[in-house]
């Protein structure tokens, strides 16, 4: 036991040390299936994921000038410089209270032809045009003279610790996030559009995780990515252990003003974003994204009435499937191999609500409001009790 415990405690400070925050897996918390080399969505290849993080000021809520907790997240499935390259992509609701733009054009089309944008809820419409005017201004679609698109927007609320009727996402901020895209190792926690949420009863905020598997001879990789805030802290569960049952009058959220609201416990959103390198139809990815309520319910969400819980999945295979005036011909997996990819798609899931919460530090905000980060020790000290870590 003391052992393990010295090896945790070193990789705490080495994490601190090097300015790295720790990941779940970091603190012992087991989970099912191999990752890939940077366990997030980025290990699909071509993915790329940027932010814009605004933070400032504390105190009293002054409408327009603050606190503001809040911030833009990016993502291209080809990578920025591919420009206007189409991915299928299909899309689910597991409760529609909340906002993804542009989905009615990817069902209908089976095509994602736009980055993906993460943002709070009052921003969605600063985001859809500041991204439109970018597409103008890097010719996003090379050339064409005359083209229509339909930005893909996503949102969930941080208004409990953020200015959110202070509007202060602005154009650069968008166009921070999409510069700062990149493949490889991505930051977790209080980043993005994940920076003023909350979850399950803690700091919520951005997360991601992937994984690896064969289907026969044929390696593939799933990635998720997830803007987390949603679900109440007593359906909290970490490993099989009902964590938030065990932590029920440990650090709950402090909330002076506003003094009427309408939240009820549980209340709240998740938007996650599917990648794979699996050649799927959009049909399939349907399939894939109607599976990512079980990575959500296992740690403990349950589709409250108040919650937009939103989804979407794509697949980078087939570059070369959207043409506007040739026939195309394409691959696809057999459904009755999909089973890998529904597994890896439920435990992506998982592993990226987790990694939110886990690399999400304590914020306080409007009014001192405040949400207090997944305390640590205390949840390596339940698992332990479980025996879901080693003594």
């Known amino acids: 036991m003391k052992r393990t415990f010295f090896v945790l405690i070193v990789m705490l400070i080495c994490f601190h040390s090097y300015g790295q925050k720790p990941r779940a897996r970091d603190l012992g918390v087991p989970f099912v299936g191999k990752t890939g080399e940077f366990n997030a969505i980025t290990d699909v290849k071509g993915v790329e994921v940027g932010y814009s993080t605004i933070i400032s000021g504390n105190g009293e809520n002054i409408v327009g000038k603050g606190p503001i907790r809040t911030g833009v997240t990016a993502i291209f499935p080809r ?3 591919k420009k206007f390259s189409p991915v299928y992509a299909n899309w689910y609701s597991l409760n529609g209270n909340g906002e993804m733009t542009g989905t009615t054009w990817v069902s209908e089309s089976g095509f994602l032809e736009t980055p993906i944008m993460i943002t709070n809820t009052n921003s969605v419409g600063v985001v859809r045009d500041a991204v439109l005017k970018w597409y103008v201004d890097t010719d996003w679609y090379s050339g064409e003279d005359w083209w229509y698109t339909y930005p893909v927007v996503a949102e969930t609320y941080d208004g409990f610790l ?3 009727y202070g509007f202060h996402v602005k154009e650069e901020n968008v166009l921070e996030a999409i510069k700062n895209s990149s493949s490889g190792k991505i930051a977790e926690g209080n980043v993005g559009g994940g920076t003023g949420m909350m979850c399950l009863g803690f700091k919520g905020g951005t997360g991601t995780s992937s994984r690896v598997f064969k289907i026969n001879d ?6 998720a990515i997830v803007q987390s805030n949603f679900g109440a802290k007593r359906n909290l569960s970490i490993a099989g252990v009902p964590v938030g049952v065990e932590l029920k009058d440990t650090l709950n959220y402090k909330f002076n003003a506003p003094p009427k609201s309408r939240r009820q416990e549980g209340d709240g959103s998740i938007i996650v974003i599917i990648a794979t390198d699996v050649p799927l139809l959009p049909h399939q990815l349907k399939r894939i994204a109607q599976r990512i309520p079980l990575g959500v319910g ?4 349950r589709g409250s009435n108040g919650s937009g819980d939103i989804f979407l999945a794509f697949s980078t295979a087939n570059e070369s499937a959207f043409n506007r005036d040739e ?5 696809t997996m057999s459904n009755d191999r999909l089973m890998p990819v529904f597994e890896a798609t439920v435990q992506a899931v998982e592993e990226a609500i987790i990694n939110a919460m886990v690399a999400a530090e304590t914020m306080e905000g409007i009014n001192g409001n405040k949400a207090y980060a997944l305390p640590h020790d205390l949840l390596i000290e339940t698992l332990k009790k479980y025996n879901r870590i080693q003594k």
Request: aromatic share 4%; no cysteine; charged share 15%.
């Open 79 to 81: 990578g920025k410089a």
């Open 162 to 164: 953020n200015d959110i």
């Open 218 to 223: 044929s390696t593939f990789t799933v990635g």
């Open 298 to 301: 296992i740690v403990g969400g």
């Open 327 to 331: 026939t195309t011909t394409v691959e």
